[in-house]
């Protein structure tokens, strides 16, 4: 019975997150680098460079982690 339960709650928290996360598809598109004479295009390009950045600091950081346990346990 218990497992019942806890099937049943894990399905009900998954379809409200499915309903929650299926907002407007514009409220995803937090800037607009489509209008003309407003700048916007720079921003966004700034955006997606720190957001390049952040995910590339993050792989090294992970893989240097990695590395580091290996060392220890070969020890």
């Known amino acids: 019975m218990r ?3 806890t099937l049943l709650a894990g399905i009900l928290i998954g ?6 996360s299926a907002g407007p ?5 937090l800037v ?6 407003d700048g916007s295009g720079g921003l966004a ?5 720190l957001m ?5 600091a993050a792989l090294f950081y992970m893989d240097r982690i ?3 346990r290996g060392e220890e346990a070969d020890e």
């Not at 379809?15 to 929650?20: E, I, K, P």
């Not at 598809?25 to 598109?29: L, V």
């Open 66 to 68: 990695r590395r580091r």
């Open 32 to 37: 607009d680098a489509g209008k003309e004479g």
């Open 15 to 20: 379809v409200v997150a499915l309903a929650v």
């Open 25 to 29: 598809a514009g409220a995803q598109q």
């Open 45 to 49: 390009f700034v955006l997606f460079a």
């Open 52 to 56: 390049a950045i952040l995910i590339g």
């Open 3 to 5: 497992r019942f339960r």
